[in-house]
């Protein structure tokens, strides 16, 4: 067995927390394919701006089709899968590499950072900057996703600047 030094847990750590928001991803998914018309509820509500304060003032960026909220719907599992897989990957070869020298550790972060990222993109540019500022998701008693969007990307946003650091020698 080898020594536990700072580096191998620094390692070990960074690939932990790929683990955790892959598992986050995985529920994520599974709710949605699980249980679609909850969270499809959420969002047709959102796009719709039918519980939002000053509706008739900003009724022209409502997105009332139900084929359009669907779609919208779609895309967001998309992004779903694809961060889910790409941090899942990056969770892979954390773990393949955490022994390997540290440029090739740094290399096998990749899938991980991407897989960040496009979380990060969902939820903080889809839900915190498109739900909140375009569709006024915040105003809405009921149908708001705001604070759990923040919570998320709270973990996902610092877990990406960990990743990212090439502190591990």
Known sequence: MSQLTTSRVIRFSKATLMLFVSLFGLLMLYNNFTDYSTSYEYISHILSMDTTNGRKKYSYRAITSAMLHHRIYWLIITLEVVYTIC????TYYLYKNINTSP???????KPALIGLLIALFLYYVGFQVIGIEWFNMDESKTWN?????????DFIFPLLIYIAIKIER
Do not use: N, P, T, W
């Open 87 to 90: 941090c899942l990957l990056g």
């Open 103 to 109: 440029e090739q550790f740094h290399e096998a972060k």
């Open 145 to 153: 996703y705001k604070d759990r969007s923040q919570h998320i990307i």
